[in-house]
Structures are given as C-alpha cells and as structure tokens.
C-alpha cells in the first residue's frame, strides 16, 4: 500500500472513532431529554404552580419549591456577583501580572471545580453548625460561593478582550483610572458580563448537595430567611427516591421545569455572547451603491467649466472612490487635472 493509502485509512480511521463517540455522547444525550420530556410533560399541570408540596400520598404541587428556589438563587447570586466582579476586575485592570493576582488565579480555579458537596459541608460547618439551625440564609451563602468562580472568571477573561486603545483613548482625555473602567471597560464587555452572570446562574440552579446542608427543605411556604427553606433540586430529590407514585410525578415535572430555566438562561447567555459586527454606514452605502453598480462622481471643491467633461479623458470619468477597511474611511480620488473656472 503506498504512502497516500495508510494516511487514507488511518484518517478514515479517526474520522470514524470520531463520529462514533459523538454519536455514542449525543445519544444518551437524546434518551436522557426524551424519557424527560415524556414523563415531565405526563406530570405537569396547573396545579404544580399553585399548591404546596403534599404529603405522602396526596396529590399537590410544587409552588412553595419553585419561590424558594427563585429566593435563595437570587441571593446567592446578589451576593456573588458582586464580589466576583470586583475580583475579576483587579485581575484584569489591575494585577495582570502580580503574585496575587496568580494566586487568586489558582484559588478560582480550583473552586471551579471543586464539588460542591465539598462547599456545602463548609457552610455548613461555619454557619449551620454554630446556630443549630438550617436557615435559607445559609443556602444563599452556599450558592454564592459556587457563583463568585463563575464570574470572576468570565470578568476577567472579558476584560482583557478590551482593546487597550480603548482605555488609553480616556485615559488621555484625563479620565481617572475607575472612570476608565466604568464608562469605558465595563461598557464593552457588557454582554459579556452579563452572559458570566447568566451561566453562573444557570449553574448554581440545579445545585442539591450544597442545600441540603444548609436550607434542607420545608413542606409549608416560608418567608423566614433565618428558617429552612424548601427549594426545587432538594425536593425532587427527596420526592425521586420516594415510594409514592404523585411524588414521583411532581419530581418529574420538578426535573422538567429546571432544564427548560436552565435551557432558556442557556439560549440568552448564548444570544448576547455572540459577536455582532460593528455597523458602519459608510459602509452600508458602499454596498448598496455597488449593487445597484451606480456610484457617485469624484467631488470637487471648486467651480468647474461646462465644457470640463469634453477636456477630460473617458478614464477620469469613472469614480474610483477607495475604501480603507481597517479605520472605515472614505477615500475620495479627485481628478488631479481638473480644470477650475477663471
């Protein structure tokens, strides 16, 4: 076999392992969202959104879980988000390249993966444990040490997308350094921000081990932050394991709600995360113009003899206006022998 055929059959090869594993991954992918879809839709109905969670063997619903999930989600990422983004925006205005900067680096890092088993055993042991009690208050703390990772991350790396023409342009206008940030780094790396903070809650929205150490669950509706609070993961994990067949639809219906949140935050992040080229009108007439292959005549700034076009040649007659793609600037090309009127 020559050289050519065993590069041939050695891609074919990988080509095939590839698609076998992507089709292999997609597929368990596809049973896992169609035997949830079919049992969650089986469960759903208006009075998941309306009734408490039953007793055993009763009928309900799932609404206290569903508000005590908003709630705690809400403060852990109230609280995070801050403490991520200033974090963030030290590492990338501030320390690029300090010690702690790499060190805070590392920290982050591993926090990204850390179980969060692990963060709920911590809050657990330094809130939970020294009052005695389980407290909503306690979750929100566990979910913001899972958020603030997220965003310090996605902070940083958007920042440094910021051109650095950008922040000396202001900085030469005599703006200080934390307006240049605000009005001017923060500005363009907006969507990216807010894409951090839409993962970082599309993340921490299916979290169960970190509240079950610290909110564990309640099956009344419950304003009291300083008291357990139910939530939708702890509830579908406790309903899923149950021997009682309402209790296993609402976990279903429970598991169904969260993907399509977590589906939706997905879909947005994704949206205001995709890159959308700067409009630029010049441009816009330029392709409009050559279209219609109609352009307009080289401009002059002094008053041209009626017989100008006679005395021209047929070359000069033809715009041969230029584009510069790089700033978006118009060149307009002047006939150098044009003729004023004396």
Same mark, same amino acid.
């Not at 993966?113 to 963060?119: D, F, K, Y």
């Not at 020294?130 to 979910?143: I, P, Q, T």
């Not at 969260?258 to 939706?264: E, P, Y």
């Given at each position: 076999m020559s050289l050519y055929g065993r590069r041939r059959r050695t891609n074919n090869i990988y080509l095939g392992l590839c698609y076998a594993s992507t089709v292999f991954g997609l597929g368990w992918l596809v049973i896992i969202l169609l035997e949830l879809f079919i049992q969650g839709f089986g469960g759903l109905s208006p009075a998941v959104f309306t009734q408490m969670t039953p007793p055993p063997g009763s009928a309900g619903g799932l609404l206290n879980a569903i508000a005590g999930s908003l709630v705690i989600t809400f403060l852990g990422v109230a609280i995070g988000t801050p403490l991520g983004l200033l974090a963030g925006t030290y590492m990338a205005e501030y320390g690029r390249h300090t010690k702690l900067t790499f060190v805070v680096r590392f920290i982050n890092d591993i926090l990204?993966?850390?179980?969060?088993?692990?963060?709920g055993l911590f809050i657990y042991e330094i809130m939970v444990a020294?009052?005695?009690? @389980?407290?909503?208050?306690?979750?929100? @703390?566990?979910?913001a040490v899972i958020v603030v990772p997220v965003v310090v991350r996605t902070t940083e790396d958007m920042l440094l997308l910021v051109p650095n023409p950008l922040r000396e342009a202001a900085s030469a206008l005599g703006l200080p350094r934390s307006i240049v940030i605000s009005k001017v780094s923060y500005r363009a790396a907006r969507a990216g921000l807010i894409t951090g903070v839409l993962l970082a809650v599309a993340r921490v929205s299916g979290e169960t081990a970190p509240l079950l150490f610290t909110a564990l669950n309640n099956q009344f509706f419950s304003t009291d932050l300083n008291a357990p609070m139910s939530t939708l993961p702890v509830v579908i994990f406790q309903f899923a394991l149950s021997p009682y067949k309402e209790w296993q639809q609402l976990a279903w219906a429970g598991a169904l709600i969260?993907?399509?949140?977590?589906?939706?935050l997905s879909i947005i992040a994704r949206v205001l995360g995709a890159p959308k080229g700067p409009r630029n009108d010049c441009d816009e007439q330029h392709r409009q113009s050559a279209a219609e292959g109609q352009r307009s005549r080289p401009r002059f700034f002094l008053r041209r003899d009626s017989r100008f076009e006679e005395r021209q040649p047929a070359a000069l007659h033809q715009q041969s206006d230029l584009f510069h793609w790089t700033v978006r600037l118009r060149k307009i090309d002047a006939a150098s022998r044009a003729e004023p009127h004396v």
């Open positions: 990204l993966s850390a179980p969060s088993i692990v963060i020294r009052v005695g009690h @389980f407290s909503a208050y306690a979750g929100a @703390f566990a979910l969260i993907t399509l949140a977590v589906l939706a």
